[in-house]
């Protein structure tokens, strides 16, 4: 009967396994590497145990326990790897990111620059409260979920935003421009638009305000999503939030489709920054 690959090597290759390991662990610790982790651990692994069978076949003996614990891996390693490699764009999440409901709105622009990751669930960017000329890229990585983002009105701001699935949209004055056609559009009133910029798989599209493309953008937001819809919303213009006290005659009361209603609270973010949660009923 052909031997196994005989103590020595298995020893061997064990260690180097645990010095990978550790290797990957520190580099994630200096750079963090993110949700990929484990997928780079297990394919150094499965790569170190495919030398010692390579080593132990040179010397005329079997794989043994070292090709049982390669299978095994591949089983794991080889389905994750595939299914990662097939999503449209390439998500970068931190060691913070998390799943479920998540709302922020930074004051400064420190706070807003570090970025903002999700792996899953709806996320809502204010912009709002930045300082003025506020000069920022702020990304923004997202799973699986709706991401909206709310940006004051006459602000130079410029969206990129890479989804897999699903759809650009925004609500906002005249002007704005993408270098993607529209496939839908409607008005909800006389101030706001509503427009679907780019609808599918493999969005690759960015959004520009008027202010932004007549100058170089104040915000930069590069979205990267796996799937779900990128929402831009500019709020109305101060000198046309006023309404007639009286509707005319024969108008309809009723308020129009696109009309949002919002309700808020406060909740404490980042180093005690106040975060508004504000949920628009769409």
Not at 101 to 117: F, I, L, N, Q, R
Not at 232 to 240: G, L
Not at 243 to 253: E, I, V
Request: aromatic share 2%; with cysteine; net charge negative.
């Amino acid at each position: 009967m052909t031997p196994g690959p005989g103590q020595a090597v298995v020893a061997v290759v064990l260690a180097l396994c645990l010095i990978a390991v550790a290797a990957l662990l520190l580099l994630d610790r200096v750079n963090a590497i993110g949700w990929q982790l484990p997928l780079l651990i297990g394919g150094a692994v499965l790569g170190l145990l495919g030398l010692g069978v390579l080593i132990s076949g040179a010397r005329g003996r079997r794989g043994g326990a070292l090709s049982v614990l390669g299978i095994l891996l591949a089983l794991l390693v080889v389905p994750a790897t595939a299914a990662t490699t097939a999503l449209p764009v390439n998500l970068h999440f931190g060691p913070g990111a998390r799943v479920g409901t998540m709302s922020v709105t930074p004051h400064t622009v420190e706070e807003a620059s570090g970025g903002y990751d999700l792996a899953a669930g709806d996320f809502e960017l204010d912009l709002r409260q930045l300082p003025a000329g506020s000069d920022l890229t702020v990304p923004v990585d997202v799973g699986a979920g709706d991401i909206t983002i709310r940006v004051p009105a006459g602000s130079a701001v410029r969206v990129e935003a890479q989804v897999g699935a699903g759809s650009v949209e925004s609500r906002t004055g005249p002007g704005w421009s993408s270098d993607t056609t529209g496939s839908v559009f409607t008005e909800d009133n006389g101030s706001r638009v509503h427009k679907t910029w780019a609808n599918g798989l493999g969005l690759d599209t960015a959004l520009s305000s008027p202010e932004a493309l007549t100058g170089s953008p104040d915000i930069v937001v590069k979205v990267d999503a796996g799937a779900g819809r990128v929402y831009v919303i500019e709020d109305v213009p101060a000198a046309t939030t006023e309404q007639p006290s009286q509707a005319p005659s024969g108008a309809s009361t009723e308020e129009p489709s696109g009309t949002a209603t919002t309700a808020a609270t406060a909740l404490v973010g980042p180093g005690g920054t106040t975060v508004q949660n504000e949920e628009e009923q769409r």
